[in-house]
Nanobody
Framework: VQLQASGGGLVQAGGSLRLSCAAS????????MGWFRQAPGKEREFVAG???????KYSDSVKGRSTISGDNAKNTVYLQMNSLKPEDTAVYYC???????????????????????WGQGTLVTVSS
């Protein structure tokens, strides 16, 4: 599975961005997808996750301001981020799990170890 993240850029506080994660090699509807971010000097953290048509999960830091969605026809997952804050500045990574059928228990969206494939990251910079 190859993941290509895009959509980052420079935006003023209060603005919006939509990040995209295009996948090849596996149908997104058959895996869990996640967005993580890593700010300068900080550890990578979970942002949002989705299993298309089944569930979504958001971190408290973006809940209410962001929406994760997927387009099966384009095999792409999106992260719409609104009301951006300077503290949202980070490199954003998308990640994909192995097929859903490989998991026997509850999938933990927030754990990096649950994901097997990672994109290269896209930089989001929010100016104050």
């Amino acid at each position: 599975v190859q993941l290509q993240a895009s959509g980052g850029g420079l935006v003023q506080a209060g603005g919006s961005l939509r990040l995209s994660c295009a996948a090849s090699g596996r149908t997104l509807s058959s895996v869990y997808m996640g967005w993580f971010r890593q700010a300068p000097g900080k550890e990578r953290e979970f942002v949002a996750g989705i299993r298309r048509g089944v569930s979504t999960k958001y971190s408290d830091s973006v809940k209410g301001r962001s929406t994760i969605s997927g387009d099966n026809a384009k095999n792409t997952v999106y992260l719409q981020m609104n009301s951006l804050k300077p503290e949202d500045t980070a490199v954003y990574y998308c990640a994909a799990s192995r097929p859903v059928s490989a998991y026997t228990g509850t999938f933990s969206y927030t754990r990096e170890a649950q994901y097997d494939y990672w994109g290269q990251g896209t930089l989001v910079t929010v100016s104050s």
